[in-house]
C-alpha cells in the first residue's frame, strides 16, 4: 500500500474506507478484533455479556488501565519519542529567544498558524471558505 490520501468511515462506523495513490480503495473493519461473518447465539451472548461486565465495573481501576492499555511496535514507540524530543527542543529554543531578545521582537505564534503555508480564500456564492495548506 502506498500513501493513503483519504480515509472515511462507514454510517454504521463499522468500516473504515482509505483511498491511496496507487487508484486501490481498501475496505477495514474498525474493530480488527471483532468477527466479520454471522455469529452464533452462544458467541452473541457471551460477546454480549463481556460487554454488560464493561459497563457494570467501568470504574475499576484495573478495568480502566486495561482498557486504556495499547501496544506498539517498537519503531513507532521511538518515532513518537523522537518527535516529542524534536518539538520540545524547538519550544525551548523559542522560549530561551524570547527570553534574551528585546521585549516584542519575538512575537507569539499559536502552534496551528506555525504550519500553515499559505490561506487561499475561494468565494462561493454567498459563502466564504478558507482553505489551508499546510507542511507534513
Not at 481501576?61 to 518515532?79: A, E, F, T, Y
Not at 466564504?128 to 507534513?136: E, L, M, N, R, W
Request: glycine letters at 4%; hydrophobic letters at 30%; one cysteine or more.
Amino acid at each position: 500500500m502506498q500513501r493513503v490520501f483519504c480515509v472515511h468511515y462507514s454510517a454504521d462506523s463499522k468500516f473504515v474506507l482509505t483511498g491511496s495513490d496507487e487508484t486501490v480503495i481498501r475496505l477495514w473493519r474498525s474493530a480488527a478484533w471483532q468477527k466479520a461473518g454471522p455469529q452464533s447465539s452462544r458467541e452473541r451472548a457471551g460477546l454480549l455479556y463481556s460487554k454488560k461486565l464493561l459497563e457494570r465495573y467501568a470504574e475499576h481501576p484495573q478495568i480502566k488501565r486495561i482498557k486504556r492499555h495499547r501496544n506498539l511496535p517498537g519503531m513507532v514507540k521511538s518515532i513518537s519519542r523522537e518527535h516529542s524530543n524534536i518539538k520540545e527542543s524547538r519550544r525551548k529554543k523559542e522560549e530561551n529567544r524570547r527570553l534574551h531578545s528585546k521585549p516584542g521582537t519575538v512575537p507569539r505564534i499559536p502552534e496551528r498558524k506555525k504550519h500553515v503555508v499559505k490561506e487561499i480564500l475561494v468565494l462561493l456564492g454567498r459563502y466564504h471558505v478558507v482553505h489551508c495548506t499546510t507542511c507534513t
